[in-house]
């Protein structure tokens, strides 16, 4: 079983940063892969980022790629998601998620393991 719990959201200005932390307990693996999610009101959860616990294999959203950074630090067990340059458009519950199985990638029905979410705000 694995427990994640995000931290870091917040409101902030358009133009500004912000960076979210996903800690994770329990028995995480090397092949895991760890996920981003957004879910704006009204709209489906989506894809922004991904990375397995070795800090390879990256993938961004279009929407935001060059803006987002996503990073593992595995003394920690935590997952990083530094985002730059925000827009309103941005704002939304930001989850983290846990793909267990090979071969994870980008939808929300692959992940097994999800945290509670943390709200950003950005303002224009």
């Known amino acids: 079983q694995v427990q994640l719990v995000e931290s870091g959201g917040g409101l902030v200005q358009a133009g500004g940063s912000l960076r979210l932390s996903c800690a994770a307990s329990?028995?995480?693996?090397?092949?895991?892969?760890m996920g981003w999610f957004r879910q704006a009101p009204g709209k489906e959860r989506e894809f922004v980022a991904r990375?397995?616990?070795?800090?390879?294999?990256?993938k961004y959203a279009d929407s935001v790629k060059g803006r987002f950074s996503i990073s593992t630090d595995n003394a920690k067990k935590t997952v990083y998601l530094q985002m730059n340059s925000l827009k309103p458009e941005d704002t939304a519950v930001y989850y983290c998620?846990?793909?267990?199985?090979?071969?994870?990638?980008?939808?929300?029905?692959?992940?097994?393991?999800w945290g509670q979410g943390t709200q950003v705000t950005v303002s224009s």
């Open positions: 998620a846990a793909g267990a199985s090979f071969g994870v990638r980008d939808g929300v029905h692959e992940y097994d393991y």
């Open positions: 329990g028995r995480t693996f090397s092949w895991y892969t």
């Open positions: 990375i397995n616990w070795s800090g390879g294999n990256t």
